[in-house]
């Protein structure tokens, strides 16, 4: 049971309680005192700041527990994850000091302004002489944010800065969220082109489906920076990279082996075309309504470009009516849409993806006597298929080479070097992913982008290394 840190301040009257009661209410609730500050003594009555471990569920307890015990005032109640947002988790710092007039005079006026007429003389000097080799925007409407749906651009802020922790983290990589107060898709369109002069690469997120394609699509088409839109992408990529060493302890092939995506929304269509991209050879998407099949109708562009595929299957029926004898199944929908019996009804050696957040499609314990290889989107089960593998290296590659998109091959080849970070000693049914924190994964992941844009011939830079 997940365990969480809270931070409760009280105030005593010490006419009619004693700090033992109240570590008693505490302890009685399922709270671990671990340490005591006083914020201010008195001899009637004090405030104090009391650290205590608890589960998550039992949070609520401990505090409704101090409320109903007389002679305590709950004043606040904050926990460690709100106290590492305070004041946001991101700054911005100079590379160094300005201590004299000097220093002024050359990172401002008048220096600065060769500098800026250099740029004006020739634009792409702004890829050496500014940020804008390095630095991403991460940019959301806030319209469809994690587990928590359209929650609004302020809401959305918190992601997006740990986001660009991770971006800065992992690949060194300058992010900086952009939260835009508009579901308009041709306002988010115009302000991030307006925008991007600052940014070398626009990383999207969070927007709902189908906005996201027009947009995604769009700014590939107007700008010549890479644009990647993540919760297709990213997911996507970890999908086919988990599959790749899947595939391997089953001893199957790719283009043998029937695959059933569940939830065909901006990640479902990604993780599609993908497939296909990868050697998938029948492949059957399913929404809400059923089955996509091979030469249906379809309101939707993507689900109609899907039915176009002739990897498509020809039939018809609800997820539990097409399931039977797949040998993958792929859920990025809703949690709990499977049981045991369904999962039994897949071929032998089956490979189930159940990505769905905080509950997956089938409950790890009823699946796991049924499935040889079984992966979620959670961290506390082995198997984690988390994006959080992907942007870092994906955007260091195509930065470092000023890519002028990321393609389909950049994509692919980033799958295939998260999944050889994996060697095929270390490969088993627990172990298909690397960790987020394995440092040879963004590595990889740029080496096998870079190498790929060179070839596709979207590369306007070619490194060193690579030369």
Request: one cysteine or more; aromatic letters at 4%; proline letters at 5%.
């Amino acid at each position: 049971m997940a365990h969480t840190s809270i931070i409760v301040r009280v105030e005593l009257d010490h006419t009619k309680i004693s700090f033992g009661e109240v570590a008693g209410a505490i302890s009685k609730a399922g709270g671990d005192i671990t340490s005591i500050d006083v914020i201010r003594p008195g001899k009637d009555t004090s405030v104090r700041d009391i650290t205590v471990d608890a589960t998550e569920t039992g949070e609520k307890q401990i505090v409704d527990s101090l409320k109903s015990v007389d002679g305590i005032r709950l004043i606040n109640v904050s926990d460690r994850t709100f106290l590492l947002h305070l004041g946001g988790k991101i700054g911005v710092t100079p590379k160094l000091p300005i201590k004299t007039r000097d220093d002024l005079s050359h990172v401002y006026t008048p220096g600065v302004a060769k500098v800026c007429t250099a740029i004006h003389e020739d634009q792409q000097k702004a890829y050496s002489l500014t940020i804008k080799r390095n630095t991403v925007a991460v940019v959301t409407d806030g319209s469809a944010v994690l587990g928590l749906g359209d929650i609004g651009p302020h809401a959305a802020a918190p992601v997006m800065e740990g986001k660009a922790m991770l971006f800065k983290q992992l690949a060194d990589v300058d992010a900086f969220p952009i939260c835009l107060d508009t579901k308009d898709t041709d306002e988010i369109i115009r302000t991030i082109k307006v925008i991007s002069p600052m940014f070398g690469g626009i990383n999207l997120e969070d927007i709902s489906s189908p906005r996201c394609f027009e947009i995604e699509r769009r700014l590939t088409e107007e700008l010549d920076i890479p644009i990647f839109h993540d919760d297709q992408h990213g997911t996507a990529v970890v999908v086919i990279a988990g599959l790749l060493n899947a595939l391997k302890v089953v001893g199957k092939r790719m283009d043998r082996i029937k695959v059933v995506v569940n939830g065909i929304g901006a990640a479902g269509v990604s993780i599609c075309k993908m497939l296909l991209g990868a050697g998938v050879r029948h492949l059957v998407p399913v929404d809400i309504h059923g089955a996509i099949v091979r030469g249906g109708t379809y309101e939707y562009p993507m689900w109609q470009w899907l039915a176009d595929q002739p990897q498509l299957g020809g039939v018809e029926g609800t997820l539990k009516d097409v399931l039977p004898d797949a040998d993958v199944f792929i859920g990025v929908s809703r949690g709990g849409i499977l049981h045991a019996e369904d999962v039994q009804k897949m071929a032998p050696d089956s490979i189930v993806f159940a990505m769905a957040n905080p509950v997956p499609e089938i409950d790890p314990v009823e699946a796991l006597p049924h499935v040889k290889v079984f992966a979620t989107g959670r961290s506390d089960l082995p198997n984690q298929i988390n994006n959080v593998l992907v942007f870092p290296g994906i955007f260091r590659g195509a930065l470092d080479c000023r890519a002028r998109v990321i393609n389909e091959p950049m994509k692919l080849a980033a799958a295939r070097a998260i999944a050889s970070v994996i060697s095929d000693s270390e490969l088993n049914d627990q172990y298909i992913i690397p960790s987020t924190f394995n440092e040879q994964v963004v590595k990889q992941v740029r080496k096998a982008v870079i190498e790929t844009a060179i070839l596709t011939g979207v590369a306007r830079r070619t490194p060193r290394e690579f030369r």
